[in-house]
């Protein structure tokens, strides 16, 4: 069984960071792309970054550029997203999410999210 | 960036009722949409991928159409399950974006 689970969200200040972790199982992790997605409270969902299985390819939504860099370790079977330079504007649930492997591209599994508030 | 642009927002329906969500996009997107169901404190579901084909697991009575610019997510008969919060996404060209959701509601 697929399994994703996120960790590290909380409260930091404006202008601080944050670093999540996704624990993957129940798949061969190296084998696939992985993202991150938000979604702020009471909004709809916004994708924020992909990366390749050997992360020689990153991509981010413009929003984050130069401050969020997505990572990945496939011996420990986890993903991350480093969060630098928070605003309120980055307040939401960051979901982990596997990217299926056919021609195209959708997210086939996604965490239960971990929430991170920026505010003072 | 292409902008998903759904209708309606928000639909009243009652079980066993024949319900249609549409999503356009701003530009042609080939087939490459999917659809999501999310409820409430949940993470999302995959529904359709690839505009038609049905992700494992899902029920038939979902089902997906389009291509281009125009697509059409169809819930045959309603289930006291599919009252949720339904969203569509391309991923043609970076950066994927998302519909801003249909939320299903009871009649």
């Known amino acids: 069984e697929v399994q994703l689970v996120e960790s590290g969200g909380g409260l930091v200040q404006p202008g601080g960071s944050l670093r999540l972790s996704c624990a993957a199982s129940?798949?061969?992790?190296?084998?696939?792309?992985m993202s991150w997605v938000r979604q702020a409270p009471g909004k709809g969902l916004e994708w924020v970054a992909n990366?390749?299985?050997?992360?020689?390819?990153?991509y981010y939504v413009d929003s984050v550029k130069g401050r969020f860099t997505i990572s990945r370790d496939n011996a420990k079977n986890s993903l991350y997203l480093q969060m630098n330079s928070l605003s309120a504007e980055d307040t939401a649930v960051y979901y982990c999410?596997?990217?299926?492997?056919?021609?195209?591209?959708?997210?086939?599994?996604w965490g239960q999210g971990t929430l991170v508030t920026v505010s003072s | 960036d292409i902008q998903m642009t759904q209708s309606p927002s928000s639909l009243s329906a009652s079980v066993g009722d024949r319900v249609t969500i549409t999503c356009r996009a701003s530009?042609?997107?080939?087939?490459?949409l999917n659809w999501y169901q999310q409820k409430p404190g949940k993470a999302p579901k995959l529904l359709i991928y690839?505009?038609?084909s049905l992700q494992s697991g899902v029920p038939l009575r979902f089902s997906g159409s389009g291509s281009g610019t125009d697509f059409t997510l169809t819930i045959s008969s309603l289930q006291p399950e599919d009252f949720a919060t339904y969203y569509c996404?391309?991923?043609?060209?970076?950066?994927?974006?998302f519909g801003q959701g249909t939320k299903v509601e009871v009649k």
């Open positions: 129940g798949f061969t992790f190296s084998n696939y792309w």
């Open positions: 990366i390749k299985q050997d992360e020689s390819v990153k």
């Open positions: 996404q391309h991923s043609y060209s970076i950066p994927w974006t």
């Open positions: 999410a596997k990217l299926g492997l056919t021609g195209s591209w959708y997210f086939d599994y």
């Open positions: 690839a505009a038609s």
């Open positions: 530009q042609t997107i080939s087939s490459s």
